[in-house]
């Protein structure tokens, strides 16, 4: 999705635009991690998360 972040730390405040990761990097990273623990969450909910940390907690609150 993003191999070239895989080297970089990241932290709970990056922003997604300022790791270079745009709107078709997102949706991949926003339906693996659907994919992965089956949830069915509208995508307009999780659209809200500005940066990395704001994701999970989304995420969080669906499980």
Known sequence: MA????EVPLGKTDRFNNLGINSVNRAEIIMTVM?????NVPRIELAR???IGELPDLFLGKL
Do not use: G
């Open 3 to 6: 191999p070239e972040l895989e």
């Open 35 to 39: 994919e992965e623990f089956w949830l």
């Open 49 to 51: 998360a500005k940066n």
